[in-house]
């Protein structure tokens, strides 16, 4: 980050889900903003869906993958409750999209063995495909909103690929009130979005409330993200080319001082 108070007095909506506010949040104070802490969704992990209709008939060297740390931390969550523990998956293979969700596996003891450079599904499956003969099993852990395309070309290409959702997404702002105040009355410079859930959620609360947004600034990480905001017109968007928390609110950082210069 280019200083310790670079963004002094600004003020950032932190829209992502409750048990995922802070990391957001410290970055934002170390800098010097303000956090406003909204979360656009709520997280929880699936019911009446069970590790053990395919988890023993998992064999040494089968994969699974996992393309976000809220896959990570719901799987373990399953694992946990249906009486398994972190033993039970050293003898498969990990792949992991995303340098934060490789660092969020080691806290589970557990190092990945794919990562692709660069972080998309996509280029997942690219390289799935050059290391994991057809014979073994790929278990794609994700959430119910995240789209199935990995596994259906895994699928399309000769893979027996098991779909694991592990968590569901409710797109539902809970604190509407806080964000309409902070919003009618100009305290926001930016709204971060981390996934096109959260963008879903604000346009569909905004629609309900006829409120126009059009004049704010946003920032997000993925080009996913960044399609699903921009397909509602939106123009004043800050994307970094790395996608994690650090280098979005770098972008940010980078055009508060741009403008501070203009003035």
Not at 109 to 114: E, K, R, T, V, Y
Not at 116 to 128: I, R, W
Not at 236 to 257: S, Y
Request: proline share 3%; hydrophobic share 35%.
């Amino acid at each position: 980050m280019s200083g310790q108070s670079s963004l002094n007095g600004v003020r950032i909506i932190n829209s992502r889900a409750l048990h995922q506010l802070g990391e957001l949040t410290e970055l934002i104070e170390r800098n010097g903003g303000i956090s406003i802490e909204i979360p656009f969704l709520k997280i929880t992990k699936t019911k009446n869906i069970t590790l053990r209709s395919f988890f023993p008939e998992l064999s040494p060297g089968d994969w699974l993958v996992f393309t976000s740390k809220n896959g990570i931390k719901f799987f373990f969550e399953h694992m946990e409750e249906e009486g398994f523990n972190k033993r039970d998956v050293d003898s498969f293979n990990v792949a992991v999209v995303g340098e934060k969700t490789k660092q969020y596996l080691h806290k589970y003891g557990i190092q990945a063995s794919l990562m692709p450079k660069t972080f998309t599904g996509e280029d997942l499956a690219k390289e799935l495909v050059q290391k994991v003969p057809k014979t073994k099993r790929i278990v794609v852990v994700r959430g119910n909103l995240a789209k199935p395309s990995l596994r259906q070309s895994l699928i399309e290409l000769g893979y027996h690929c098991i779909d694991f959702i592990v968590y569901e997404t409710i797109e539902e702002i809970e604190q509407g009130d806080k964000l309409y105040s902070s919003l009618l009355n100009y305290e926001v410079d930016y709204i971060t979005f981390t996934s096109s859930s959260t963008v879903r959620s604000f346009m569909s609360w905004c629609e309900e409330r006829n409120f126009s947004w059009h004049h704010l600034s946003f920032a997000c990480i993925g080009k996913v993200t960044e399609e699903t905001l921009r397909s509602y017109q939106a123009h004043n968007v800050l994307v970094p080319e790395r996608f994690t928390l650090e280098d979005m609110l770098q972008t940010i950082v980078e055009d508060v001082e741009m403008k501070r210069r203009s003035t």
